[in-house]
Structure formats: C-alpha cells, structure tokens
C-alpha cells in the first residue's frame, strides 16, 4: 500500500478583514487552493507578493485558522493537533524569528533540549558552517547567517516535514550550494520538504512538484519538467543568448516574430519560436559582419516564463 502524503490541502479558503475598503466585508486571500506533498520530494509553491501562499503555509502549519476547506497534516488536522504533531514537523520563517540577543549554538541547544530525539546539535553546526561566527549574537549576524542558524534550528527537532520559506534568501554562493546540497540529502531521508521561494530558479533546480498560486488560487501544477514540456509546446518558446560587440543592429534576416534585445553592453537574447532556420540566418549575419560571438547559450523556456505566462508581468 503506497504511504499517504505528508500534506494535504483541499479547497483551502482563507478571509480576513473586515476591511474599510470593500464597506466592511471580508477579504478572501485564499480562494479554492489545492496541493499534496509527499515524504522524499520537494515541493515548491510559488507566487508573487499576496498571491496567498504564505497565507496557505501558515494554515497548513497551524499558525492561521482557516474559513473554508481541508487540511491533512501527517494525518491530522493542524488546526486542531496538539503539541505531539507540531514536534514532528519543522518550520523556517524567512525572518527567522530567532531571539536577537542569543548566540547560536546555545539556542540550537535549548531548541534541541525541547524534544525527545533530536539531531545532534554539533552536527548541524558542522555541516552549515555556524562554528564560524559561533560567538556573535543572532542581532549581529549577517542575514545569510542568520538564516543558516534558522534552518538548523528547524532541523534540529529531527522533523518528517519541514518547511521553508525563502531559504537561500541572503545566501552568498558558498552558503546556497551548502544549503541545496543539504536540502537534496534531507530528500533523500525521506523528509517531505515544502518550501516558498521568489528565485525561481532555485525551485526549479530543487523541487520535484511545483504549484503557482495566483489571487489566491492554484494557477498551474506539476513536475518542472511537465511545466516546461507544456509550456514548449503550446508557445514553441526559446532563448538563445549570446556576447559579442557592443550595439549591434537587428538583423534584416530575422524573422518579425523573433525579438533580439541587447540586455546589457555586448549581451543579447534572442527570443520566439526560434527553428533550425533562424540559426542559420543569425550565423549568415555574424559571419557578414564578422562577428565570432564569445559566447552561446540555448535554451527552452525556463520556469521563470512558465510563472510570468500564467500570473502576468504587473508589479502587485
């Protein structure tokens, strides 16, 4: 028999107010959301800002009371569950919520004190690099510091669920390869891992399942890879990018329905329905001009456009 999914959520509705513009009525943020995320995958919601979906993961973790739908949280109703459930699952707020005048490893250890089987706390210092700035309080942490100190913090209780919000926000290079290689090796273990995110392609180097939430409501679903298929199918959609002189002119030879743009001093992005053919006239044009471009990348369409084709371009 298949296991049961870490996290359900069924027709999630979530109003708020009343609020004086809409005459005293209740606004509805989260109008109809659906999801399942499993044990051993990363499951990634994605929206702009008040699109709903912290408002959904705080209702899935219990911190929100909500007007309508289902929620299943490792087989139980959050809203309702007691402190047994909530010590089986792990949180990561993306402002961290860490008292300012603590050191970290002497919180990860009263946060470990508070459960029956923790993760070693010295293994989590390790493995996220935290022994480095160990002596400084949480106020005088940089914020990918601090957010280090956040996730292990979240880890330390040895949870089945956990969920992150933004976390590779503030990261330097290092940090986010450290963090993503941590988060794929969690997977492993079997934890069911969701996790809110703005750098779209973080989620799409790390999630298995994908929704976009849009006003309040599930827009789009499914694997990247089914995403991207779909969206390659139905727009025929690529990218091809590359560096040369800086300010180029169009070439006559491209077809009308293929934008070339010059992104910065030197790099350009040609975009559209790009076909074997459109190489061959951008090769022709470089070659009269005697343009040997320095670099060349093509690509099909990222999850980037999947999410500003389904949700817009306007700023909310």
């Known amino acids: 028999m298949p296991e049961s999914p870490a996290l359900i959520i069924d027709g999630l509705i979530k109003d708020v107010g009343p609020v004086a513009a809409l005459d005293g009525r209740m606004k509805r943020v989260v109008a109809g959301v659906s999801l399942t995320a499993r044990r051993g995958h990363v499951t990634a919601l ?20 909500r007007t309508g739908g289902n929620i299943t949280l490792l087989g139980e109703d959050p809203q309702t569950a007691g402190a047994a459930l909530r010590a089986r699952v ?13 050191r970290p490893v002497p919180l990860l250890r009263h946060v470990a004190s508070m459960y029956e089987n923790p993760r070693s706390v010295d293994a989590l210092v390790e493995r996220l690099g935290i022994s480095a700035f160990a002596d400084t309080t949480i106020r005088r942490l940089s914020g990918g510091q601090k957010q280090r100190v956040a996730l292990a913090a979240a880890l330390v209780g040895n949870p089945e669920v956990l969920f992150l919000d933004e976390p590779s926000a503030g990261l330097d290079p290092q940090s986010r390869l ?7 090796e969690l997977r ?10 703005h750098l779209l392609d973080d989620a799409q180097k790390l999630a298995d399942y994908v929704y976009i939430i849009d006003a309040g409501e599930t827009v789009a ?11 390659s199918t139905t727009q ?18 491209l077809r009308s329905e293929l934008l070339l743009v010059e992104t910065r001093p030197g790099s350009y ?48």
Not at 178 to 184: C, S
Not at 221 to 231: H, I, K, M, N, Y
Not at 299 to 315: I, K, W
Request: net charge negative; charged share 15%; glycine share 12%.
């Open 46 to 65: 994605l929206g702009a800002n008040g699109a709903g979906k912290t408002t959904t993961i705080e209702c899935a973790q219990g911190l929100q009371h």
């Open 90 to 102: 792990g949180v990561m707020l993306q402002d961290g919520g860490l008292p300012p005048s603590a």
């Open 178 to 184: 450290m963090v993503f290689e941590l988060i794929r």
């Open 188 to 197: 492993s273990q079997g934890l069911a891992i969701i996790l809110t995110t």
């Open 221 to 231: 679903s499914g694997t990247v890879a089914e995403l991207l298929s779909e969206a």
């Open 236 to 253: 025929a959609h690529r990218s091809l990018v590359f560096e040369g002189p800086a300010g180029l002119l169009p070439s006559p030879a």
């Open 269 to 316: 992005t040609v975009t559209g329905p790009l076909e074997p053919a459109d190489l061959l006239a951008l090769s022709t044009w470089w070659a009269a001009e005697g343009i040997m471009p320095t670099s060349l990348h093509l690509a099909s369409r990222s999850l980037e456009d999947v999410f500003l084709a389904v949700s817009g371009t306007e700023l909310r």
